[in-house]
């Protein structure tokens, strides 16, 4: 989990509202992702932030908004127009946006939506 | 299509014993590769990361081998512990221009019983 932290671990959710999940890190790293990960699907990017105050749209960011206030920060929104948002949510960091840098993972957090 | 495909989908052995797991990818241009480790509930955390120059590298009792030519990897695992129950997934980033994005397989359920 190195220096990543997400919160909270388990989140649940009724239909129709929206639910901000928390990722920090101390790393100081500048790039900063969110992923979803279902069962039997490998790991899918839903947004990733290079620099403070910009943020790119991933594979999946339809129902999801970002936003990268501070380099420590990048928390993710799960709206309403999220169609199937139970799912566990991993948030990671790395020095830069490239494919040397390793990408450390947060312990994730679990949202379930009743 | 960029794709990684890892095999088997699951595997049980018997704690000492040995156990390789699969990766193939059709990721090109190619740079890297890298195998992670997931405990259940967890956030991914990584092995081993490999260059296309590189042909195997070790980490403990977790040796990684590549084969760029016929794009395959093998994560060789040797005399099991009960920790190493987890998912292991290969990951191949694709490079877009500015930007990196890692394309995941679906991973490889490990189960180490007495």
């Known amino acids: 989990d190195g220096g990543i932290t997400q919160s909270p671990k388990y989140l649940f959710r009724k239909e129709g509202q929206n639910v901000t999940l928390s990722c920090e890190q101390n790393?100081?790293?500048?790039?900063m992702y969110w992923y979803r990960q279902d069962p039997g699907q490998g790991l899918r990017l839903i947004y990733y932030?290079?620099?403070?105050?910009?943020?790119q749209k991933g594979d999946i960011a339809e129902g999801y908004s970002v936003s990268r206030e501070k380099k420590e920060s990048f928390p993710l929104t799960v709206t309403s127009a999220q169609k199937n948002p139970t799912a566990f949510y991993l948030c990671?960091?790395?020095?830069?946006?490239?494919?040397?840098?390793?990408?450390?993972f947060g312990p994730g957090t679990r949202l379930t939506v009743l | 299509k960029n794709q990684v495909e890892q095999s088997p989908q699951s595997l049980i052995i018997l704690e000492g014993k040995n156990c390789t797991l699969q990766?193939?990818?059709?990721?090109?241009?190619?740079?890297?590769l890298r195998w992670y480790k997931q405990d259940t509930g967890r956030g991914p955390v990584s092995l081993t990361i490999?260059?296309?120059?590189?042909n195997t590298k070790s980490n403990g009792r977790y040796t990684a081998t590549l084969d760029a030519d016929t794009k395959q990897s093998s994560l060789h695992i040797t005399a099991s512990q009960l920790s190493d129950s987890a998912s292991y997934i290969c990951?191949?980033?694709?490079?877009?221009?500015?930007?990196?994005?890692?394309?995941f397989g679906t991973g490889t359920r490990l189960q180490v019983t007495l």
């Open positions: 990951v191949v980033p694709i490079n877009t221009g500015t930007a990196s994005k890692l394309t």
């Open positions: 990671a960091s790395s020095g830069q946006v490239n494919s040397y840098n390793e990408q450390f």
């Open positions: 490999m260059t296309f120059s590189e």
């Open positions: 932030s290079q620099i403070v105050n910009d943020f």
């Open positions: 990766c193939n990818y059709t990721v090109s241009p190619f740079s890297n």
């Open positions: 790393l100081n790293h500048d790039a």
